[in-house]
């Protein structure tokens, strides 16, 4: 599941290729995706440009000139690309084996619920196997009210993310995991960036969140910006469906500590790696790095 990190390498992504760009037309074939009326959707892009790329937490707001922003949200499978037809007229005109080309020309099928079509040709596709990522067109009343967005927590890659600040969603009578997956408290943390700061940090999952002691509290502090930033910069974490704006996959997945390891050796001590279910969720970590 796309968690901060990866909406933000797609951010970036689309920062780069559609920022600017008019919206000629959009071809809405999973209505189930798009939380308004699909032909009022349609019909309010058109002829609207891009005017900037956003994101809060695991959401991706894309303003578009008529003052209504795109509120996308990946969820399990959503992937959100760019497709350049130069690019892959290029591929055309000089076709290698059938393979390379059906790998490079990226096919609309039956996933590919929503096409953004720009004035210059290319192209925007929304494809979600499972369907449970939604796109919502909202007015700027719209957005002020969203609830999904109001409820959010600090971003914790920003300055408004302090220790004090941190030290204060500490209590309760829940896991420490339990309250790094709590969006309202810092949002943007899923499950493997949860699991691998609480690696880094030396902490198991399961620790009640009051018990930590002062130290404990500083390094998980500290290990929370510094996993999202890693992600960020190996392009996301690709363990099956994410892509980055450019359909290229995240390399993320080869530098994890704990996350999807379990069994295998810690790359610090060796130990196997131990599976268990915190917080109803698939939790991996280290018994000899992490107490
Ligand atoms: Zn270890």
């Given at each position: 599941m796309?968690?901060?990190?990866?909406?933000?390498?797609?951010?970036?992504?689309?920062?780069?290729?559609?920022?600017?760009?008019?919206?000629?037309?959009?071809a809405?074939?999973?209505?189930?995706?798009v939380?308004?009326?699909?032909?009022?959707?349609?019909?309010?892009?058109?002829?609207?440009?891009?005017?900037?790329?956003?994101?809060r937490?695991?959401?991706?707001?894309?303003?578009?000139?008529?003052?209504?922003?795109?509120?996308?949200?990946?969820?399990?499978?959503?992937?959100?690309?760019?497709?350049?037809?130069?690019?892959q007229?290029?591929?055309?005109?000089?076709?290698?084996?059938?393979?390379?080309?059906?790998?490079?020309?990226?096919?609309?099928?039956?996933?590919?619920?929503?096409?953004?079509?720009?004035?210059?040709?290319?192209?925007?596709?929304?494809?979600?196997?499972?369907?449970?990522?939604?796109?919502?067109?909202?007015?700027?009343?719209?957005?002020?009210?969203?609830?999904?967005?109001?409820?959010?927590?600090v971003?914790?890659?920003?300055?408004?993310?302090?220790?004090?600040?941190?030290?204060?969603?500490?209590?309760?009578?829940?896991?420490?995991?339990?309250?790094?997956?709590?969006?309202?408290?810092?949002?943007?943390?899923?499950?493997?960036?949860?699991?691998?700061?609480?690696?880094?940090?030396?902490?198991?999952?399961?620790?009640?969140?009051?018990?930590?002691?002062?130290?404990?509290?500083?390094?998980?502090?500290k290990?929370?910006?510094?996993v999202?930033?890693?992600?960020?910069a190996?392009?996301?974490?690709?363990?099956?469906?994410f892509?980055?704006?450019?359909?290229?996959?995240?390399?993320?997945?080869?530098?994890?500590?704990?996350?999807?390891?379990?069994?295998?050796?810690?790359?610090?001590?060796?130990?196997?790696?131990?599976?268990?279910?915190?917080?109803?969720?698939?939790?991996?970590?280290?018994?000899?790095?992490?107490?």
């Amino acid at each position: 599941m796309p968690e901060l990190p990866e909406v933000e390498v797609v951010r970036r992504g689309l920062e780069m290729q559609i920022v600017g760009k008019t919206i000629a037309e959009v071809a809405v074939r999973g209505p189930a995706v798009v939380v308004n009326n699909p032909e009022w959707f349609s019909a309010r892009l058109r002829g609207q440009h891009v005017v900037a790329a956003r994101r809060r937490a695991k959401y991706l707001l894309l303003d578009i000139s008529s003052g209504d922003t795109l509120v996308v949200h990946l969820r399990m499978t959503g992937q959100l690309t760019y497709h350049d037809r130069s690019a892959q007229e290029r591929v055309i005109v000089q076709p290698a084996t059938y393979l390379e080309r059906a790998l490079q020309v990226q096919p609309i099928d039956k996933h590919t619920h929503v096409l953004f079509t720009f004035e210059d040709g290319n192209g925007l596709y929304y494809r979600d196997s499972r369907k449970f990522g939604r796109l919502q067109l909202c007015t700027p009343a719209e957005l002020a009210t969203h609830k999904g967005l109001l409820k959010l927590g600090v971003e914790p890659l920003t300055e408004a993310f302090t220790l004090p600040l941190f030290r204060r969603f500490l209590k309760g009578n829940r896991s420490i995991k339990a309250v790094l997956l709590d969006q309202t408290l810092v949002a943007g943390i899923g499950n493997i960036y949860c699991d691998e700061a609480l690696f880094l940090a030396g902490i198991r999952p399961q620790r009640g969140a009051t018990g930590l002691s002062k130290g404990e509290q500083e390094r998980l502090f500290k290990a929370i910006p510094e996993v999202l930033q890693q992600g960020i910069a190996y392009g996301g974490t690709t363990l099956k469906d994410f892509l980055q704006a450019d359909g290229q996959q995240g390399s993320n997945q080869e530098e994890l500590w704990v996350y999807g390891r379990s069994g295998e050796p810690c790359r610090r001590c060796g130990t196997p790696l131990t599976k268990t279910v915190v917080a109803q969720r698939g939790t991996h970590f280290c018994g000899q790095c992490q107490r």
